[in-house]
C-alpha cells in the first residue's frame, strides 16, 4: 500500500496538458493579450504546480523570484501583524496573479501566500518574464491596471477597517463574498467559498469571537442561514442596509 | 559527486552562479514540497535543511558540494522529474537560487 502512494506522490502531473497556449485561465487575466513567440516562450519558460490546501507558496518577507498564476483552486495571501495574528489581504482564484507587486518593487513578498484549496499555479521566473513584458505593452498595462485595482481596493479596505462599526464590516464582507462566489439556489444565494470563522474575522480585522457572535446575530435576524462553513443570503436588503450601502 | 565527473563544467558553474538570486528561509519555511517539479535548484550557504517524505524523515541526500555551497535538487532538476522529499528549513537559511531559465 505503502509503495503505490509511494508511486502515485511520484507520478509527474502532465505539464504538457497545462499549456499556457490552451490555458483557459489566461484567457480571463492579464495574459490574454499574449500571442505567437511571447505565449510560447511563456509555456517553455513556465513550471506548474499542484499545492495542497495549507501549502504556502511564497512567504512575507522573502525575496520574490518568479510570477505566480493560478490556474485553478484559490489561494489567500496575508500578512503576519504583532503577536502572530494574521490579516488577510487578498483572496485570489483562477487566471489572477500573485508575488507581481514584489517583483516590480524589487522588495520582499510583502504577504504570505497559502493554498485556501487544492490549486494548480503556474511559474515563471523573473529572468525569463521581464523579457516579455519589455517586448509586450498590452501585456504590461494590463499589469498597470491590475494594481491600480488593487490599490483602490486596498484604500477602501483599510478605510473601512478604520471607520466602520464591527457590524458593517461583517455585512460587507458578506456582500462581497456573495458578489465574487455566490452561486443562486431556492432558498437564497450560497456562498461558494467557504472560509473558517477566523478566516473572515482575519480579513475585516476582527477577532474570532466577533466574527461568530455577529454571524449567529444575523442568522437570529433571519439574514443569513448557517450550516457549519456554508453560508446562505436570505434577506439581501437586509443586509445592505446593515452594511449601510444602497442598492 | 565529483565536480569532474559532473557534465556541468566548472566555467558554466561559475556563470550559473553568477545569475543566482540570494534566498533566505527562516526556521520551518519549506523550500520545495515533495511532488512538485522543481523552479530552479538551491546552493545552501549557511544554515541546515531537514528532508521528509510523506512526514517521516528521508535518507539523507548525498549532496554534491561547491565552493559555494551544497547544492540541493539537482537531480530531480536535471532529470525532469518532481522531488521526491519536501526540504524544510532546520534553522535560519541562506541559499542562492539558480532558476530554470538560466539552464539554457
Known amino acids: ?247 | 559527486m565529483d565536480l569532474k565527473k559532473s557534465s556541468t563544467t566548472k566555467k558554466q558553474w561559475d556563470r550559473l552562479i553568477a545569475k543566482g538570486q540570494t534566498l533566505s528561509f527562516k526556521k520551518g519555511q519549506v523550500l520545495f514540497y515533495e511532488g512538485h517539479h522543481p523552479y530552479g535548484i538551491f546552493l545552501l550557504q549557511s544554515g541546515e535543511v531537514k528532508f521528509t517524505k510523506q512526514d517521516t524523515p528521508c535518507l539523507r541526500e548525498h549532496f554534491f558540494s561547491l565552493p559555494q555551497g551544497k547544492v540541493i535538487g539537482l537531480k530531480p532538476f536535471l532529470e525532469g522529474r518532481a522531488y521526491s522529499c519536501t526540504c524544510t528549513a532546520l534553522m535560519d537559511c541562506r541559499m542562492l537560487f539558480i532558476p530554470k531559465s538560466e539552464w539554457k
Open chain 1, 1 to 247: 500500500m505503502q509503495a503505490m502512494q509511494s508511486k502515485r506522490l511520484m507520478m509527474i502531473k502532465d505539464n504538457k496538458k497545462q499549456s499556457c497556449v490552451t490555458c483557459t485561465s489566461r484567457l480571463l487575466g492579464i495574459f490574454c493579450a499574449l500571442k505567437g513567440e511571447a505565449l510560447k516562450e511563456f509555456n517553455q519558460n513556465k513550471t506548474v504546480n499542484h499545492y495542497k490546501k495549507g501549502q504556502i507558496i511564497f512567504y512575507e518577507g522573502n525575496q520574490a523570484f518568479g510570477l505566480y498564476c493560478i490556474y485553478s483552486g484559490r489561494v489567500k495571501l496575508y500578512k503576519t501583524g504583532m503577536g502572530g495574528r494574521q490579516q488577510i489581504v487578498r483572496i485570489a482564484g483562477p487566471a489572477d496573479i500573485l508575488g507581481y507587486r514584489a517583483l516590480f518593487a524589487e522588495e520582499p513578498y510583502h504577504a504570505t501566500a497559502e493554498a485556501l484549496e487544492d490549486a494548480d499555479i503556474c511559474c515563471i521566473d523573473k529572468n525569463a518574464f521581464f523579457p516579455v513584458l519589455a517586448k509586450n505593452p498590452e501585456l504590461a498595462l494590463g499589469v498597470i491596471k491590475k494594481i491600480s485595482q488593487e490599490l483602490r481596493f486596498a484604500e477602501d479596505l483599510a478605510t473601512s477597517i478604520a471607520q466602520r462599526p464591527v457590524r458593517e464590516r461583517m455585512a460587507a464582507l458578506l456582500l462581497m463574498l456573495r458578489q465574487s462566489y455566490g452561486k443562486p439556489t431556492k432558498k437564497g444565494i450560497v456562498i461558494g467559498l467557504q472560509l473558517t470563522r477566523e478566516e473572515m474575522a482575519e480579513m475585516v480585522g476582527i477577532t474570532q469571537e466577533t466574527a461568530i457572535r455577529l454571524l449567529s446575530e444575523f442568522k437570529k435576524d433571519k439574514m443569513i442561514e448557517v450550516k457549519e462553513r456554508e453560508i446562505t443570503i436570505l434577506n439581501l436588503e437586509a443586509l445592505l442596509d446593515t452594511a449601510n450601502l444602497e442598492i
